[in-house]
């Protein structure tokens, strides 16, 4: 009744508890393993492994907004690909570099590793309004959606799987992740051009992201935009 006060059920409290902690051991666990990672001389046979614990890493920190160490592991890892490939590049630039790094391990084995991570720069991009920064890689954003739609990401690590025995599972479906990505970006790009007065360039974007394979609540979140 009115004078009763609230309480949380303790058994609620202990398993919240648990479930935090249970999180900040594995995010522990999961941070010394990078390092461990990280300090392994450069070799190609290893390089599947580095970047898949990589990939993991980007994921957890991404669903934790921690967006900025998320960049830092995406540079150490192009840094790395490009020195095993030995194709430096002497520019700072983001851009130059993800096109130097994708260039250099076009006909290598873990070409679809690069493309993992390439998602995850998409991710951040995305994330953080960078809208011009996926305009200006629209053809390599659409290379990653034609290389793993046509493959798919799971034939990619099964093919993988013969030469690199030991590649842990990756957090998230790349494919999938990828398909979230396209759609989210039409409707960010969609607002924008709402926001802009471009009604019927957005009304165009938005009706063709409705088509596109996604959860229904964001399809649902299309029709809402374009109506």
């Known amino acids: ?105 076009r006909s290598t084995a873990f070409h679809h590793c690069v493309l993992y991570l390439l998602s995850l720069q998409w991710a951040v991009w995305l994330t953080c309004c960078q809208l011009k920064a996926i305009q200006d890689f629209q053809l390599e954003i659409s290379v990653l959606l034609e290389t793993l739609k046509e493959k798919g990401g799971d034939d990619c690590r099964m093919e993988a799987k013969g030469k690199f025995p030991n590649v842990p599972k990756l957090l998230i479906s790349p494919i999938r992740l990828v398909e979230l990505l396209q759609i989210c970006t039409v409707i960010t790009q969609g607002a924008e051009k709402l926001h802009e007065g471009l009604g019927s360039e957005a009304l165009s974007d938005l009706q063709a992201a409705s088509l596109l394979p996604a959860p229904r609540a964001l399809i649902a979140y299309t029709h809402l935009l374009s109506g």
């Open 1 to 105: 009744h009115a004078g009763c006060t609230w309480q949380q059920d303790p058994q609620d409290v202990f398993s919240q508890e648990h479930k935090q902690s249970s999180l900040t051991q594995r995010s522990s666990e999961f941070d010394k393993l990078l390092r461990q990672i990280q300090g392994i001389p450069l070799d190609r046979h290893h390089v599947e492994l580095e970047l898949s614990v990589v990939f993991n890493a980007c994921v957890r920190l991404t669903a934790q907004s921690q967006h900025e160490q998320v960049e830092l592991l995406l540079k150490q890892a192009r840094e790395r690909v490009l020195q095993m490939t030995g194709c430096l590049s002497g520019s700072s630039d983001s851009l130059v570099l993800w096109r130097a790094v994708l260039k250099s391990v």
